[in-house]
């Protein structure tokens, strides 16, 4: 950057944001912004994305126009930028008629100097007709992955942007930013948006000040009780898979005087934003909910985020995990795992309503990303290895050294031989037909008395009651364990156990079975219930 408008930038940065320096990223951004060189800036969330387009138009003539699919992060940005003194609106359908009017006349008067518009305003012939005589020094293309069909938001009116830009007397840069794009959906940002050899900067997917965690549990609840009571009186969000989920665990919550709030998106609009203010403004700590929460909610001091269940991609979670400790100060983020999450995640992507855009092919083509996506974060539920590692590895990122605080790390992993126990439940399984869940298998084995057991006369199987002198709970842990070293799978529509290779395979050269166990692992079940 030429000294003069270095010096330009950052004058913009101290006196409208009150921020003394740059960020990593936020510099090369604006330094190629104002280049006028076109820019694909592949930042995390909470890394400072807006600055990078807010202070460019601020240094230069003319006005920059934001395009972004979300409401409530333009009302939000706006509403700061207004209150900073810069003139500042935004164009989508939360305006009335009468509003809108009076907006685009302000707009042809040259009044603003950052304009926000969803994309499907764009090519609204009043809008084009005032964009083209305006002088904009700048075009933002916001959550761009949005372009690409293969990406998870994709939005068909994300394509109309490069018609737009085309339409303008005169092209200003493009800068697009996104906070999740793997090489393909670059590429695609690239071209579909017609950027011009862009400047790319990708910045760190590290936040040192977050811990991360993963805790198999056989008893989420009691584990997600004990955890929230630990950080009693900091603020967190529990991310939970489906609606009825969270209803479940906010009640259990309430039950155990620990004052939560339920948030997705089946409850009323009133209702929801109430509980998000209330969650901004600390009057509540938690908040139970679906993925529904969080978009465009800027709360720097979120002190933990639990999954209460996995997620269906790392993209997904580390968007939701990130929304921990945006201030910078030390915060958690924590997955509670159990096996049976892969069965309702792929579950929800087979029967998930397909994107109507998308041709029959290039749905099954989604679908089997998503599986994939899927495995991927079922490989970080389940390794043993340093996680902030593994999820820079993840985002394109060399990791170096081992993180040395999380979950694996501080882990002291020891090989259990669990050889004799585990042949009694290969054993059970096989003997059983391999047709039967966890929970069958360990009825059989437990020897219980029950209808299940009566009615299929399981009482003369031969895994019958074998090994009846552990409780129900150990057994379960321990199944866990073995679908987590692989000995074990869970498959089909029903939870049917079965037998890997691997399993066979310690059967047929009677080798030891060993699991890698943490050896903190029923700490939760152990303090509740002392
Ligand atoms: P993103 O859009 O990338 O998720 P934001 O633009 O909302 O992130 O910024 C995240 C937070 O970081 C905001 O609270 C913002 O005020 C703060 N921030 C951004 N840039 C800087 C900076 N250079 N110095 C200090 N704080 C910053
Ligand atoms: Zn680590």
């Keep these: ?14 006196q409208y944001f009150g921020y003394d320096a740059f960020r990593p990223g936020q510099k090369q951004a604006v330094e190629a912004i104002l280049h006028h060189q076109d820019l694909l800036a592949v930042m995390p969330t909470g890394a400072g994305k807006s600055i990078c387009f ?11 126009l934001v395009i972004s699919p979300l409401i409530s992060l333009m009302q939000d940005q706006v509403r700061e930028l207004v209150a900073a003194g810069i003139p500042a609106a935004y164009f989508n359908r939360s305006l009335s008629a009468a509003q809108y009017k009076t907006a ?24 084009l007709d005032i964009c083209r005589e305006l002088d904009i020094s ?8 949005c372009v690409s069909q293969w990406g998870q938001d994709f939005r068909p009116s994300y394509l109309k942007i490069r018609e737009f830009i ?3 007397s005169q092209r200003p840069p493009v800068a697009a930013f996104t906070a999740t794009a793997t090489g393909p959906v670059r590429q695609q940002i690239i071209s579909l ?12 997917f590290d936040r040192p000040n977050l811990t991360w965690q993963v805790h198999r549990e056989s008893d989420r609840l009691t584990a997600l009780t004990y955890l929230i009571r630990q950080h009693r009186d900091q603020s967190g969000i529990v991310y939970c898979a489906t609606r009825k989920t969270v209803e479940e665990v906010a009640a259990h919550l309430a039950k155990r005087g620990l004052s939560a709030r339920p948030y997705h998106a089946g409850l009323g609009e009133e209702q929801r934003r109430q509980t998000q203010e209330d969650f901004i403004y600390d009057r509540i700590p938690v908040i139970v909910a679906t993925n529904a929460f969080g978009m465009g909610i800027n709360k720097p001091d979120v002190r933990y985020v639990i999954h209460y269940q996995m997620p269906a991609s790392m993209e997904a979670y580390y968007q939701e995990a990130g929304r921990a400790g945006r201030d910078g100060d030390p915060a958690q983020c924590i997955l509670l795992y159990s096996p049976q999450d892969l069965r309702l995640q792929s579950y929800m992507i087979e029967n998930g309503d397909p994107n109507p855009e998308l041709s029959q092919e290039e749905a099954q083509l989604v679908k089997k ?30 990791p170096g050294e081992d993180c040395g605080k999380c979950s694996n790390c501080l882990a002291d992993y020891e090989d259990r031989d669990v050889t004799a126990m585990a042949m009694a439940i290969f054993a059970g399984i096989v003997r059983t037909g391999s047709r039967f869940g966890q929970k069958r298998v360990i009825e059989v084995l437990r020897g219980a008395d029950t209808e299940f057991i009566r009615s299929r006369n399981l009482k003369t199987n031969p895994a019958y009651g074998k090994l ?22 869970v498959t089909g529509d029903y939870p049917i156990l079965s037998l890997t290779p691997k399993a066979c395979r310690a059967i047929s050269s009677h080798s030891p079975v060993t699991v890698k166990t943490a050896t903190s692992a029923e700490r939760y079940t152990v303090l509740e219930e002392s």
């Excluded at 996506?373 to 990122?397: D, K, N, P, V």
């Excluded at 409780?471 to 842990?477: F, I, Y």
């Design 1 to 14: 950057m030429s000294e003069q408008s270095q010096t330009r930038a950052l004058e913009v940065l101290r």
């Design 54 to 64: 807010q202070v460019p138009a601020l240094a230069c003539p003319g006005v920059t």
């Design 104 to 127: 685009l006349a302000r707009l042809r008067q040259g009044q603003y100097k950052i304009v926000y518009a969803a994309p499907e305003r764009l090519m609204a012939p009043a809008f």
């Design 138 to 145: 700048l075009i933002a293309v916001d959550e761009a992955h």
């Design 166 to 168: 085309e339409s303008l």
């Design 193 to 204: 948006l017609g950027l011009q050899t862009p400047v790319q900067v990708v910045t760190g």
């Design 369 to 398: 990303r998503d599986m994939d996506r899927l495995f991927q974060m079922r490989s970080y539920a389940q390794s043993t290895s340093c996680l902030r590692s593994q999820i820079l590895r993840y985002f394109g990122e060399d």
């Design 468 to 489: 009846r002198e552990h409780t129900a709970r150990l057994l379960e842990t321990l199944v866990t364990q073995l679908c987590e070293n692989g000995y074990l799978q």
